[in-house]
């Protein structure tokens, strides 16, 4: 007689071989394919059929370089959805409240008050060593003042204001490299080969926990690490009780403050730590823990087209748009598919019924398709939609490399806006303004007037807006050098460059205006002993200054360049300062102030700070200062330590 496998057991080899797959896809590769939502159902099924199933104990497999053994597991955490669940486990116990960073989880050791090593998560039991990498991550000091030996806990991320906003690097936004969210671009810098890149991507270091160190209180670890200089996780203490409006309160308060990082959730910790360990640990997750996942809103539409951009580096991106829907208050009709790799993973086609969401409640994001027409038409363009020349297929992009490519051109004259904080120019008005012929070269935006934007059929409204827009510009030695559009050298970039003395920027300018030309000859290889820049970013500035010099040469002869004024024993020398809340005034204006009078920016409050500057609504950056004794002051007492 044949044996049968039930249907439930058939069932459970599939979850088993699901899961798997995607474990490995989240904690090895850094490349999900699926959401928090479906992955949790996924799991809660397979504890249904098999409670006591292996795989439920499975995370990645630590498949990268050198192996270290963790001494206290490095798991995760229970997840509950609903109030009664934390009522139900720690009522009557103070709780710490924090929000779940969603980033790369980092182990980081100190031996001795010396930085030691760092390890990602791994399998939870055994990672991957990323020492010299980790060494570069901002918020990971190389030396902290407890001599006992202590491991820190924490998250690897790349900043929301960093990843989202216009970025002056690659590989940032979800179009560049194929990175669809924060979390793959950390991760994939953590594990760079050169630490150098670690750096470069900005990524940063939010610590939440110590081994070792004797603390009571889960709120005094990280009172402990912000005054050591690391960077912390928000909290807020509550005594869970029967019906707690407290507990809740707070936890729709992290679901919706605005943090720099993205969360997926809020941890809920018992505070005190004896009572934390005395609960004891699962097979991966502490008992003294639980992450409440909020619920993310996903809704269907009707995928209607899908189209094809090249944007400035020639890739050719694909961006679907579906029936107008409604989702977390606000319309959406468009969404980016990445890249061509990503597109055909997905299998979306025109027509198909899909489910999206909003990624952190910012982006819309394609989360998998529901129902699938007969017909897939997926409108792959066998020629750039921008300039109709040939394309080349890479394993994960379609690309064009037509140099004169108009998409490249307009994009490019776009980003020099952008970069000189030039508004009121989109791009559909510049290809109207490239096909009247009025933009033949990149610096010719910067020479049009009223009179022949008229003549050429523009607004007459619209036309002197646009010209004073463009002209009697004011910037900065590195904004200018940015204009240039070479990949991996943007105002950041040069603003590292330009801290090394070597060659000041009125020496940059100069060079690359009137020896550009040379720049493959000069030798840059002094540039190597700067922080953050690497090999391969000297090949492409120095190619970059080589072909595109003159673009530099003929905006400085539109534009005003204001060289920043060496500082030589400034008002504020040895001062340091960070701001919170709302100002008057710009922010990037009041700490440009401060530094051209000698002071220093801390990106955060720690003990060493010496003064946090205060507006309206200030964040949690006020309560740490209170703690540490930092001086607290506010516009107008900055103004007076200015001398004004």
């Known amino acids: 007689m044949e044996n049968y496998l039930s249907s439930s057991s058939t069932e459970i080899l599939q979850l088993r071989s699901q899961i798997r797959y995607h474990n490995h896809l989240y904690y090895d590769l850094d490349t999900p394919e699926i959401d928090d939502i479906k992955y949790d159902s996924l799991i809660t099924r397979l504890k249904t059929l098999s409670p006591n199933d292996p795989v439920l104990n499975e995370m990645g497999n630590p ?33 710490c409240i924090m929000p779940k960073v969603d980033g790369m989880s980092l182990a980081v050791r100190y031996k001795s008050g010396q930085y030691d090593w760092s390890a990602t998560r791994g399998n939870g039991k055994v990672g991957e060593l990323v020492t010299p990498n980790a060494s ?73 926990k110590v081994i070792g160190g004797g603390f009571e209180k889960q709120g005094d670890v990280l009172d402990y690490l912000n005054a050591e200089g690391f960077r ?7 005594i869970v009780g029967d019906l707690d409006n407290t507990v809740e309160t707070i936890i ?6 605005t943090f720099d990082y993205n969360i997926d959730g809020a941890v809920i910790m018992i505070n005190d730590l004896k009572a934390f360990e005395d609960m004891g640990h699962g097979s991966k997750c502490p008992r003294g823990a639980l992450a409440f996942k909020y619920e993310t809103e996903q809704v ?20 679907l748009t579906i029936d107008e829907t409604e989702i977390d208050g606000t319309n959406v009709s468009r969404m980016s598919l990445h890249n061509y790799s990503w597109m055909m993973a997905k299998d979306v086609a025109i027509g198909d019924t899909v489910l999206f969401t909003k990624a952190n409640e910012i982006i819309p994001y394609l989360t998998e398709v529901v129902e699938r027409v007969p017909e897939r038409v997926k409108n792959i363009p066998a020629e750039c939609p921008s300039c109709g020349g040939p394309i080349e297929t890479t394993d994960v992009d379609l690309v064009c490399n037509n140099d004169e490519c108009p998409a490249k051109f307009i994009k490019h004259i776009r980003r020099i806006l952008q970069i000189l904080d030039v508004k009121g120019l989109d791009e559909k008005t510049l290809i109207k303004m490239e096909e009247a012929g009025l933009l033949n070269n990149v610096w010719d935006i ?60 009125e020496r940059w300018v100069e060079f690359v205006t ?39 040469s003929e905006i400085s002869k539109r534009v005003t ?23 008057t005034k710009k922010r990037n204006d009041i700490y440009a102030e401060i530094i051209s009078l000698g002071g220093e920016i801390k990106s955060g409050v720690s003990k060493d700070l010496g003064y946090l500057i205060t507006g309206d609504a200030t964040g949690s950056k006020l309560t740490k200062a209170q703690k540490l004794g930092v001086t607290i002051i506010n516009e107008d007492q900055l103004n007076e330590l200015m001398g004004k």
């Open 63 to 95: 498949t990268y370089g050198t192996k270290v053994e963790h001494t206290v597991m490095m798991g995760s955490l229970d997840k509950v959805h609903t109030i009664e669940e934390i009522v139900s486990k720690f009522k009557g116990q103070e709780v």
């Open 136 to 208: 570069r991550i901002d918020g990971i000091p190389m030396s902290i003042v407890m001599t006992d030996d202590i491991e820190v806990r924490g998250e690897a991320f790349i900043s929301r204001s960093d990843f989202y906003g216009i970025m002056d690097q690659p590989g940032y936004d979800g179009k560049e490299n194929g990175y669809a969210n924060p979390r793959n671009a950390a991760a994939g810098g953590v594990r760079q080969k050169d630490p150098k890149e670690a750096y470069n991507r900005h990524i940063k270091y939010v610590s939440y």
């Open 232 to 238: 912390t996780v928000d909290y807020w203490l509550a």
């Open 252 to 257: 729709e308060h992290i679901k919706t403050a």
């Open 300 to 319: 269907k539409s009707i995928a209607r087209k899908i189209e094809w951009e090249a944007n400035r580096s020639g890739r050719i991106i694909p961006v």
């Open 446 to 505: 910067f020479d049009i007037d009223t009179d022949t934007l008229i003549s050429k059929g523009f607004g007459k409204g619209e036309s002197p807006n646009w010209v004073e827009a463009v002209h009697n510009i004011t910037t900065t030695p590195q904004c200018l050098l940015a204009c240039m559009g070479i990949l991996g050298w943007g105002r950041r970039m040069f603003e590292i460059l330009f801290k090394d003395k070597h060659w000041s920027p």
């Open 514 to 552: 009137t020896e550009g030309n040379t720049a493959l000859s000069a030798d840059f290889s002094w540039l190597i002993n700067i922080d953050g820049i690497g090999t391969e970013r000297i090949v492409m500035l120095r190619n970059g200054i080589n072909d595109r010099w003159n673009i530099v």
């Open 561 to 583: 360049l204001e060289y920043p004024e060496e500082v030589m024993g400034g008002i504020l020398e040895g001062k340091s300062f960070c701001a919170t809340g709302t100002l």
